[in-house]
Structures are given as structure tokens and as C-alpha cells.
């Protein structure tokens, strides 16, 4: 056996350790959403028999719920965790469920599994945070190789580089700073160490230097998104929005199918005034939410509603209404926030009767909303109808009694309605509930000081 086919046997070798350390020492644990039963025939047999791990170490999964279910119960168990996901699981794409567990679960190490992809896919996927792609078929050899990868930085570059990372999480800017020097003394323009050196300087509020790291970054890798992610960042932090919009839009060509991005780019042109250019970003984030999936396209709606509530309620009804159209008659109780924004661009238009009208429809996906209740019973007093407000309250009171004390406002609210509809009994006590809680609140003294 040649020197080279040894060495190469030894490096595997590493590869194998690292995976039977993550499942035995570090209490790793694989879940698996596929309908691919080759795939979790190699999965079993890589485990089982060919590195020897006989105590149960994977599950297969056959569902988003069950998915997100398992991950939460398996992390509360301590578990470290791999979750390899089929890129196109019962004919939908699976960036949405991607994008959700990296937002909440960031810690799971994420695997795409697939037998090809088109590159914008791709390059979605990488940004939402996915950790290693694996294109099937594959051998058993190549497979262990790229989990070891993911679970373990295998050169001490790559180690370093990580440590770095954790230095910034832990906001020891200085620190990671002279690891990622340390990075590119030996391998000088190393994109990942400018990268971290970036973020430090950063963190420190030098910006001028962390702007000089992510162009060198950008240099040494021209099509790799991080740099020019960071440059947009940061001329957010400065309050450079033109410079800002200049990355982002490059961004959005390099990887388009980035709903986010879409509006973050819609929301400074409306910052800038220029609502023609906002709509046609908020447009395309539209269309990709709703091939992604119904209930994302809510959460997009609201962030388009947000962006234009202050400067023209009117087109953020628009967009709100829109989304409750797209559900039909599938809504559930994660509309509910987009019947609230709804409720209150409606109401800075003055239409009072129609936020009532939808507050009333986001109580049938969800009886026992307080909020709801509350929220009819402030559009109900801004009409004056305040027989309808008193009920309302009344009905928040009977769901929880502790609704007055959520902030000031809310106390001060109720008192003053209760007041203007004749529950004079009722007004005193959430009015100093008000006091209570701000003893100096002019509003709360004057009204009592009028009974």
C-alpha cells in the first residue's frame, strides 16, 4: 500500500471518530424527513453497521409538524441534533421549514438532501442556513466525509475560524479579532477569517475598519453572498440607506428566490419615498411566499403592512387583505396578527365600523382572544359606540383578569371607557389599576378626578 492510500485511510479514519463521537460522547441524534427509503437504508447502514452505533440514534419522520415536534422534544432532552431534509418532501419545496428551524433552532446542524437542484435553489437554501447539501446518490465513503465536515471543522484553519465565531457570540470582539489575525497571517485573504475579523471590528463600533475586512472578503471570494450581506448590514448600522439598497439589490440578482431580502429592499424604498419601486419588490416577495406556503405569505404581508402603516395605511390594507384572500377558508388562529394590523390600519382611515368587522372574524379561528375583544372594544369607543365597547371589556375581564395590568395604556384605555359608557364602578378600578402602575399618569387623575 502506497504512502498516499495510507494517509488517505488515516484521514478517513478522523472522518469516522468524529461521527461516532458526536452519537456517543456528545449525545447526538439524526431525525430524517424523507420519503427517500434508500436514503434511510444508507442512513441506518452508515450508522449501524458500518461505524458500529447499535443504540437507536435516528428517527424518520413524515411530516413539517412532526418535524418541528421532535426537534423541540429531542433539544429539551439535551440532544445534539442532525436533521436531513428532503429538498422537495410531498411535491412542496422545503426552504419555509428550513428557514423555521434555523430562526428558532439554530443549533441543529441542517442537511438538504436531493438529486439535483436548480442554482437559485441553491443558493436560497445556503443563505436560509442550511449546513451541507447531499446529492444522491451517494457512497457511503462521501457520506461520512460530509457529516464529519458539519459536525467538526476538520483543519485547524477551519478550527480556528470557529472558535473566532464563538468569541463573537460572546461578544469578545477584541479576542476573536486576534484569532482571525492569527487565520490570516497563515493563509492571508482567507474570505471567512476577514468575515469574523469584520464582525469584531464591528462589535468594537470600528467601522471604517470593519468596512475595509468585508471588501477584502468580497475580493478574495467575488461570488460568495456573506461579504456583500455584511457590507449591507453595516450601512444599515451607519444609516447609509442608498449604499445599503445598492448591496441589497445586488444581492437579490446573485440569489432571487430570497423573500426577506425582497423586503427589506421594499421597505427603504418606502423610507426613500419611492413607493412605485417598494411595490414591484413587495410584489415579488408576494409570489415567492405563496409558492413557499400559504402561512408564510401572512407573516410577508404583515411585514409589507408594517412598512407602510405610518405613510399610507390605505396600501397596507391592501396587502393585508390580500393575504386573508389568498388563505380563503383555511384561516387558523396564526392570522390572527394579520386581522389585528388589518384592525389597525383600518382605524388610522377612520374606518372604525370595518377594524370591528374584522376583529369579529378572527373570532371565529379564535373564541378566547382577549386581545380581540379588547381591540373591538377601542374601535368600538373611537365610534362611540360604547354600549358595544362596554360589553367587550366586560367579556376580556371574564377571560383574564389580569389583561388591565399588561402596560399602562391598556389599564388606562379600559378605565376611560368604562367611564364614557356609565360603568362608573368598573372605570374607578382599572383607572387606579393605571395609577398603579404609572402613579404619575395625568390621564388616569383627571378622569378620576371627573367622577
Not at 191 to 205: E, T
Not at 212 to 228: Q, T
Not at 319 to 338: F, I, M, P
Amino acid at each position: 500500500m502506497s504512502i498516499e492510500s495510507v494517509l488517505a485511510k488515516m484521514e478517513f479514519r478522523k472522518f469516522e471518530a468524529s461521527i461516532i463521537d458526536f452519537f456517543m460522547k456528545k449525545n447526538g441524534y439524526a431525525i430524517v424527513l424523507t420519503e427517500d427509503t434508500n436514503f434511510t437504508t444508507l442512513l441506518r447502514q452508515t450508522l449501524n453497521k458500518h461505524l458500529g452505533l447499535r443504540n437507536k440514534c435516528f428517527s424518520q419522520v413524515s411530516s413539517v409538524e412532526e418535524t418541528l415536534k421532535l426537534i423541540k422534544k429531542e433539544l429539551a432532552s439535551d440532544k445534539k441534533l442532525l436533521v436531513f431534509i428532503e429538498r422537495i418532501f410531498k411535491d412542496k419545496e422545503m426552504s419555509s421549514l428550513v428557514r423555521k428551524i434555523k430562526d428558532e433552532y439554530s443549533k441543529c446542524v441542517v442537511f438538504i438532501t436531493m438529486t439535483e437542484a436548480p442554482r437559485e435553489q441553491f443558493i436560497l437554501l445556503h443563505e436560509l442556513g442550511a449546513d451541507n447539501f447531499i446529492t444522491k446518490p451517494i457512497a457511503i465513503n462521501t457520506f461520512i466525509e460530509k457529516v464529519a465536515h458539519s459536525i467538526k471543522p476538520q483543519s485547524k484553519v477551519s478550527q480556528l475560524v470557529e472558535i473566532a465565531k464563538t468569541m463573537l457570540e460572546q461578544g469578545a470582539y477584541e479576542d476573536a479579532a486576534n484569532v482571525a489575525k492569527t487565520v490570516l497571517k497563515a493563509k492571508p485573504g482567507h474570505s471567512a477569517a476577514l468575515l469574523v475579523m469584520g464582525d469584531a471590528y464591528k462589535g468594537l463600533k470600528k467601522y471604517e475598519q470593519a468596512h475595509k475586512c468585508y471588501m477584502g472578503a468580497g475580493d478574495s471570494a467575488p461570488l460568495f453572498l456573506d461579504p456583500l450581506k455584511k457590507l449591507a448590514d453595516l450601512y444599515g448600522v451607519a444609516g447609509v440607506k442608498k449604499r445599503q439598497l445598492d448591496c441589497l439589490t445586488k444581492l437579490d440578482k446573485m440569489s432571487p428566490l430570497n423573500v426577506e431580502r425582497k423586503l427589506d429592499i421594499g421597505s427603504i424604498y418606502v423610507d426613500l419615498g419611492n413607493f412605485v419601486s417598494a411595490d414591484a419588490y413587495f410584489e415579488g416577495a408576494l409570489r415567492q411566499a405563496n409558492k413557499e406556503a400559504m402561512d408564510y405569505l401572512g407573516s410577508v404581508s404583515q411585514r409589507i403592512a408594517t412598512a407602510y402603516e405610518e405613510q399610507d395605511p390605505q396600501r397596507a390594507e391592501q396587502y393585508l387583505r390580500r393575504a386573508l384572500r389568498v388563505k380563503g377558508d383555511s384561516l387558523d388562529k396564526g392570522d390572527v396578527d394579520t386581522f389585528n394590523t388589518l384592525g389597525i390600519v383600518l382605524r388610522k382611515q377612520g374606518k372604525w365600523r370595518e377594524a370591528v368587522q374584522e376583529y369579529k372574524r378572527a373570532l371565529q379561528v379564535s373564541r378566547k382572544d382577549e386581545n380581540l375583544y379588547y381591540n373591538i372594544a377601542v374601535a368600538s369607543a373611537e365610534g362611540k359606540d360604547f354600549a358595544q365597547a362596554v360589553a367587550c371589556l366586560k367579556k376580556v375581564i371574564q377571560l383574564n383578569q389580569e389583561f388591565v395590568r399588561t402596560e399602562t395604556t391598556v389599564a388606562y384605555n379600559m378605565g376611560l371607557i368604562f367611564y364614557k359608557g356609565g360603568e362608573m364602578e368598573l372605570a374607578r378600578v382599572h383607572l387606579e389599576t393605571c395609577l398603579d402602575l404609572d402613579p404619575n399618569h395625568a390621564g388616569a387623575k383627571k378622569v378620576l378626578s371627573l367622577m
